[in-house]
């Protein structure tokens, strides 16, 4: 048998011996080491002088210095402590209570819970385990049909792999040696994208057949209002925000009242007023940061506008005078969609303070108490890696350091918990590196052998335009999650693609953000389908896998409908980095 045939039988054994059951990372260095023993073979030499060996250690030595992976241990840290001392049922009642009027609004809470909490975590099976204990029986009791209920859930606790900050993306980073950053950036609009169309889907599903979704009953949509807000309202004002600034000038009906055991005093109203300023403060700081950004930070050259927002802008910048006429045309552009946007804010703000009755003061707190703190350590830890602020690996230590103050501050984290999250963290990373180190063992055995040329040779001799080989290469993946996991497919078999992305002329960034997208289906997708075995554990006895499997099928179709806009609309992944970076 030839070199480059012997290539082949050994990617085909690979892909037998994991669906037989046997570890991943294992069976990649002993099938290298097999093959690697066979092509180094030379008659007559001593077993233990074969050269595979040496191969074996430069491998593992380039595996173990990779900077990239210093960033994975820490991110793994921040999603156990997050997932055992964050209050995920809270959250998940105050963003059901702030959509209790759209359609399938336990469904809709589910999958915003699942991906803010993906986010944070970035841990599928922990969401999915989550949010089925927690909101798996409430949609059951609530007359949810059972595939609508295990979709959402299995669906939605997928994202967290995919919006950054995401170990699958420095995984991908590692294999491809493209920037963290670009990547992270990249990923950003088609992860909310993708959670949007499942947005779409659950909500028109309930408006088609209302039967799969039905209303809750009122006590369930009811905001609880303390008794201390109705008095306060009766002394000073219905609307809360013109109440607390009125009891502020004149506290004296304020201190009549009691609240948490003791009069209202100055402390109380202050923190009160917090609470209702928290909506215009959020959009204020968003705003502000966009113009920070635009106007006073990015340097000449950086800057992109238009009415698309993808219109380069050259060698001028918003902050510098515009001097011609093509200069100044994206510079007012940006200007006019910045007050238009800026100015329906405002306004919308305007109204919602004008209705602000004691039930939306109140959902505003328990959304406050339940989201901010978690929201505001994910946006750090994101914000600083895309304005460059931090490398991902110091982002990372922000991170796992913030999860702990916050799991410290809820009082939820003990010393049993904590040591459980560092075991778990040891265990996912050692796992993560052997994989790296058997996949260095086998590609390296594999180009070898002449197996990654034939198949080069192959692709190129097809003849096929960029579009086809993407669609090609996208399906291969596409097949290759039904029995595998994203683990393998990553670390074997997109390496095999990327040396061809070059001659089709295809951006590495793009390609990889579409093998992101693709990944959420090798959780969806029978037989392996992850994440419709860690629902089964935490589902009913009379749901069976087959419901679960049901509920997932409409969901890959919406990934491939996902990955169809991305092609034909490249600025959906492209622009962020683009605009953030520069040209990749």
Known sequence: MSDPALGLLMLGLIVVVIILGFPTAFTLMGLGIFFGFIAYFKSGQAWNDNLVFDLMVQRTYGSMTNDVLLSIPLFVLMGYVMERGALVDKMFYSIQLAFRKVPASLAVATLIVCTFWGIASGLVGAVVV?????????????????????????????????IPPSVMIIVYAAVAGQSIVKLYAAAMFPGFFLALLYLVYIVGSALINPKLAPPLPPEQTKVPIPDWLGRFQAAYSANIPAGLIKALISPAKARAIEFEGRPMGYK???????????????????????WWYVVIHLPAGAVEAGPAGLEQLGSVSIASE???????????????????????????LARYYWRMTADRF????????????????????????????????????????????LALHAGTLNWARTKEAVFLTAKTTSMVCWLFVGSALFSGVFAILGGQALLEQWVLSLNLTPMQFMILSQAIIFVLGWPLEWTEIIIIFVPIFLPMLKHFGIDPVLW????????????????????????????????????????????????ILCMVIMYVWPGLTVWLPNFLYGGT
Do not use: C
Request: hydrophobic share 60%; aromatic share 10%.
């Open 322 to 348: 515009p001097t011609t006429a093509a200069e100044k045309g994206p510079a007012r552009a940006f200007y006019l969609w910045f007050a238009g946007l800026a100015s329906t804010s405002a306004l919308m």
């Open 130 to 162: 989550l949010m089925g204990v927690i909101a798996f029986n409430p949609m059951l009791r609530a007359g949810y049909d059972v595939r609508l209920a295990a979709g959402v859930i299995t669906a939605g606790g997928t994202l967290g792999i995919l």
């Open 268 to 290: 109380a109203l202050l923190q009160n007023l917090g609470f209702a300023l928290v909506p215009f403060v959020l959009t204020a700081g968003t705003y502000g940061l966009i």
């Open 362 to 405: 109140e959902l505003v707190k328990l959304l406050t108490t339940s989201i901010l703190p978690l929201g505001i350590l994910t946006a750090v830890v994101l914000v600083v890696i895309l304005f460059g602020i931090t490398t991902a690996t110091e982002s990372a230590a922000v991170g796992a350091a913030g999860a702990f103050l």
């Open 512 to 559: 990889g953000v579409l093998v992101f997208v693709n990944l959420q289906a090798a959780f969806l997708s029978p037989p392996v389908a992850m994440s419709a075995f860690y629902l089964k554990g935490v589902a009913p006895k009379h749901v069976t896998i087959n419901q679960i499997f049901a509920g997932m099928m409409p969901y890959m179709l919406i990934v």
